[in-house]
C-alpha cells in the first residue's frame, strides 16, 4: 500500500488559521475526499510546539493511502482530481510550496494499552547524507536512530516511512523519508523533544542525515477517511 505525504502551506494573504479551516471543512470534505481510490484520508494540522521548526516550512501535511501505484495513476486522471480538487487547490495552498511524498510506512512500535490515541504527534521529513546509499541510510536510521527514540518518555507510537523505491528511477527524491512519534498531549511532546533522551537521538540522526533537511511540524490529526480503510 502507498502511504502518501502532502504538506502544504497558505496561500499569499492568508493566515495559518484560515488556510488550516479551508483545508479541513472545504476542501478536504468537498474535493479530495470524493477521489474513490484514496482508501484512508487524514489531514494533520501544525500547532505551535516550543523546540519545533517555527516559522515552519508547511503548516499542515494531509496522509493519504492507496492500494497500489495503477489506483494512484487512475486517482491522478480521475475528473474529481482533475475537476475537483486540483482546480481548488489555489483557493487556499501556495502550491509552488507543496511537496508529496509516497512511502512504504512501517509501524516500529505501537501503544499497546490504546493510549497515545490523542492525534498529537511529531512528523519529521528526512533526507540522507550526501553520496550515502539508500540502503545503507534505512539500515542505520531502523537500527541506530529508532531505538534511541523509543526509549524518548512520552513517547507511545513510532512510524518510520521510507520513500519508495520507485521515486529514485529517474532522479534524487528531495527527501528520503519521514518518521511520526505520537504524545498524550502537546506538553508531553514539547517535554519530549525538549528531553536528552531526544536530544541524543537527534544526534544520531544528524550523524546519517543532513542536518538541514531535517523538519519537523508539530501536528493535530483529523480524519477525514477512516481511521479504517474505506471499501471495507
Not at 500500500?1 to 479551516?21: L, N
Not at 505501537?110 to 546509499?133: A, C, E, N
Amino acid at each position: 500500500m502507498i502511504h502518501q505525504h502532502i504538506f502544504a502551506s497558505p496561500k499569499p494573504g492568508w493566515s495559518e488559521a484560515e488556510f488550516q479551516k479551508y483545508w479541513l471543512e472545504v476542501h478536504a470534505v468537498r474535493f479530495a475526499s470524493k477521489i474513490t481510490q484514496i482508501r484512508r484520508y487524514r489531514v494533520n494540522t501544525r500547532i505551535p510546539c516550543a523546540g519545533v521548526d517555527d516559522p515552519p516550512v508547511w503548516n499542515g501535511c494531509a496522509e493519504i493511502w492507496l492500494n497500489n501505484e495503477e489506483e494512484q495513476l487512475a486517482s491522478l486522471q480521475s475528473d474529481a482530481f482533475i475537476h475537483g480538487a486540483r482546480m481548488d487547490e489555489p483557493n487556499w495552498a501556495a502550491f509552488w510550496n507543496t511537496l508529496a511524498l509516497d512511502t512504504d510506512a512501517k509501524v516500529l512500535s505501537d501503544d499497546p494499552s490504546g493510549g497515545v490515541r490523542t492525534g498529537i504527534k511529531l512528523i519529521t521529513l528526512i533526507k540522507r547524507r550526501w553520496g550515502d546509499p539508500v540502503s545503507q541510510f534505512r539500515r542505520r536510521w531502523a537500527e541506530c536512530v529508532a531505538p534511541l527514540l523509543l526509549e524518548v518518555e512520552g513517547v507511545g507510537r513510532y512510524l518510520q516511512c521510507t520513500t519508495r523505491d520507485s521515486l529514485y528511477t529517474l532522479g534524487e527524491p528531495r527527501f528520503d523519508g519521514l518518521q511520526q512519534i505520537w504524545c498524550e498531549s502537546l506538553s508531553a511532546l514539547e517535554a519530549a523533544v525538549h528531553s536528552s533522551a531526544f536530544r541524543h537521538a537527534q544526534a544520531h540522526l544528524c550523524q546519517i542525515a543532513e542536518p538541514g533537511y531535517i523538519h519537523s511540524l508539530a501536528v493535530e490529526e483529523h480524519w477525514i477517511i477512516g481511521p479504517g480503510f474505506r471499501g471495507t
